[in-house]
């Protein structure tokens, strides 16, 4: 695994780990709800910009 892939995952288990520690503290449905879809496409953007990628195009 590539330094910028490790970095990568560990950003995102930060901002995870920050926002499970906010709704733990502050328990509103509509927080969570804006929460997971932040998380959704925070995690989306980091698997399709870390995916391996063909080197058929090179």
């Given at each position: 695994m590539t330094r910028k892939r490790i970095f990568a995952l560990l950003a995102f288990l930060c901002l995870a780990a920050f926002f499970g520690i906010m709704l733990y503290r502050?328990?509103?449905?509509?927080?969570?709800?804006?929460?997971?879809?932040?998380?959704?496409?925070?995690?989306?953007?980091?698997?399709?910009?870390?995916?391996?990628?063909?080197?058929?195009?090179?």
């Open positions: 502050v328990p509103r449905l509509d927080l969570a709800g804006a929460i997971l879809i932040g998380i959704a496409l925070v995690g989306y953007d980091l698997w399709s910009q870390l995916k391996p990628r063909s080197r058929a195009g090179r």
